[in-house]
């Protein structure tokens, strides 16, 4: 790690200009964000890049009693479209392109018909933008990073994420408990511990999914510290669902790898017990004496979440086919929050199936899993871990709004995940070799071929 840190050290101090500057002097920020991407790309800091979007998303999420950070929430936007303005500017740097887009490009099309029917066009045009380009820019810019670094890419973000963790304390050590904790729970930079348990559950799942795509790339101590920082502090955050796509994902993909027939046995055989767990939920929390974490007396009204589905489910038939937009959930979330508050719920949907449904109408729910599935599908071919991501995921939208929305450190994480296992590049490593382009092509020094079989 001591040479981690001394080799991106100007990643750092970035981050750093970044806090002080948005702390200070707020609308030099907006300047500044944008300025320092095209800053890195001159410096050819390309991992520098992806990494400082992913900072900046999670400074975004950070607690709203840090009233002087909100500004984040806003600046983000500059950070991507600088991103999108070099990739559409220098399309030549990435040939041949990420596959990842054209997968969910059905959906992207259709998602522009619903704005139709929105109450707030421009904010709904802006997130359907920014959702598409994010599943544009993030894979393109993953595999160009693999293609000139190599594997250090991936090893240097998954260490970079766990310090983003571990930076937690920062917080509790400058501010106080009342900053970095919520009703008990630790959330460190981020702005609720279920926030904090999803960033785990994703770190997690990439650092695994890379470890089985190439046997050697961490050694035993990095893995010590990667799950081991992930693994304490999704305890911290005491999330529940977190945890148990943990286990999924463990579960699954060891099923999954060993054959999928057994993977969707057991697929079917931990929905049978799941429901005889849940049918005796109380029993079995006492016995174990796990009374404090699992928050027993919150699991009857299951945190306000059921109800919100329910009050979500009525709204939701007046969009059902179609839907309002991308920002319709949020914006009817919001026009009735003081009655869910008095009812025990605070914040939106708490689930992206039902937040897709309410923006994009259950055709727009459909178009997107069907991308969703077919590109596990398709990863499964190259790497089997694949399905255990898929489940552990599907099983975690299912309490969270976070797969709809594109700005948030969660989703750049998953397209990260997405494109190591798709691209053969990265999936299929070992049957591939570098060569050198004519001079005449606009390809990357790094680019592939595939070694017959």
Known sequence: MRNYFANNYQLFLLVLLYVVVGVYAKPFLFLLMPLSVFFLKSRDLWADMVFGLLITLVLSDITPWFFKMQVFKSAKNTYITALSLIFLLERHRFVPFSQVFNVFLPFFVYSVFPLVFSNNLIVGLEKTLSYALLYLVVPNYVLYNYRIMGWDFFKNLVRFMAVILLSGYFVLWGFGEFYAYMIGRFRGLFGNPNGMALFCFLLIMLTATLSSIKKDLFTWKDKLFVYGTAVYF????????????????????????????????????????????????????????????????????????YFAWEFAWKHIQEYFVFGGGFANDERIMRKHRLYLERMG?????????????????????????????????????????????????????????????????????????????????????????TVEPDADEARPAHSTVPIPA
């Not at 790898?257 to 929390?285: Q, R």
């Not at 255990?388 to 709004?401: H, L, P, R």
């Not at 750049?412 to 798709?422: F, G, K, M, Q, S």
């Open 234 to 305: 999704l305890f911290q955050s005491g999330s529940r669902s977190s945890l148990v796509s943990v286990i999924i994902f463990l579960v699954f993909g060891r099923f999954f790898s060993a054959s999928p027939v057994f993977g969707f046995i057991g697929l079917i055989g931990v929905f049978g017990l799941s429901e005889l767990v849940l049918a005796n939920i109380e029993p079995i929390v006492v016995y174990l004496g796990l009374q404090e974490y699992v928050r027993l007396n919150t699991l009857e009204n299951g945190s306000g979440r």
């Open 345 to 433: 719920h605070q914040g939106g949907v708490h689930n992206s199936y039902l937040s897709f449904w309410f923006n994009t109408g259950i055709v727009g729910l459909l178009l997107y899993l069907r991308s969703f599935v077919l590109i596990f599908i398709k990863a499964s071919r190259l790497v089997p871990l694949s399905l255990g991501v898929m489940f552990a995921v599907m099983f975690s939208v299912t309490y969270e709004s976070w797969l709809v929305s594109s700005l948030n450190p969660f989703t750049i994480i998953l397209l990260i995940i997405i494109t190591a296992v798709t691209e053969e590049e990265i999936a299929n490593w070992e049957h591939y070799e």
